[in-house]
């Protein structure tokens, strides 16, 4: 059974770097592709990108200036990196696996971390 | 960006109650649309992907229909678990756009 693990610092100042790493266990990392997707508190669901097992990239253009998803495939990790945040980050974020032939349904997702941003 | 819509926003339902819920895309999608279910403080579940297939272990009282522009999701006979927020995914093209949610709560 797959399980996607994640973490992170969960609070933030203004201007920082938002970074959280999510683990994969119980499964190929390869043939798939690894998103990161956003949920502001009381909002819906922002896909944030995605990362497939060779490292190519796709960005959420609102998001692409600021965001690095990368992988290491030595570990079964992804990570998310978004600079200078500020309070509309603040949000939960979530990992999944996307299925390319689903097509690109994200069928196991992490637990989710909570992110705030506050000076 | 493909735009997503949903209606209605929300719906009250009593157990048992057969419910639809519609989703439009801003432009043709083919069959490239996913539904999910998320209950609060939980990360989404995906019901259905490809417009129409079931997930493995959903239940067979949610099915999927549509293709191009609009599309809905049915559940036939609304039980206690499924009060919950349902939001439609576009992955046609990046970025891989969900509606707003349609919350589903207790008559």
């Known amino acids: 059974q797959v399980q996607l693990q994640q973490w992170g610092a969960g609070l933030l100042k203004p201007s920082e770097t938002l970074s959280l790493t999510c683990a994969v266990y119980g499964g190929s990392f390869s043939g798939y592709s690894w998103s990161w997707i956003r949920q502001p508190p009381g909002k819906g669901l922002e896909w944030i990108g995605e990362i497939n097992h060779s490292g190519s990239t796709n960005y959420n253009p609102s998001l692409k200036s600021r965001v690095t998803i990368s992988v290491d495939t030595s570990k079964n990790q992804f990570s998310l990196k978004l600079t200078s945040v500020t309070a509309t980050d603040t949000a939960v974020y979530y990992c999944a696996r996307s299925i390319p032939a689903a097509p690109y349904g994200m069928d196991v997702w992490g637990q989710g971390t909570t992110v705030t941003v506050s000076s | ?107």
Request: proline share 7%; aromatic share 10%.
């Open chain 2, 1 to 107: 960006d493909i735009q997503m819509t949903q209606s209605p926003s929300s719906l009250s339902a009593s157990v048992g109650d057969r419910v639809a819920i519609t989703c439009r895309a801003s432009q043709s999608i083919s069959s490239y649309l996913n539904w999910y279910q998320q209950k609060p403080g939980k990360a989404p579940k995906l019901l259905i992907y490809a417009a129409s297939t079931l997930q493995s272990g959903v239940p067979s009282r949610f099915t999927g229909s549509g293709s191009g522009t609009d599309f809905t999701l049915t559940i036939s006979s609304l039980q206690p678990e499924d009060f919950a927020t349902y939001y439609c995914q576009q992955s046609y093209s990046t970025p891989r756009t969900f509606g707003p949610g349609t919350k589903v709560d207790i008559k």
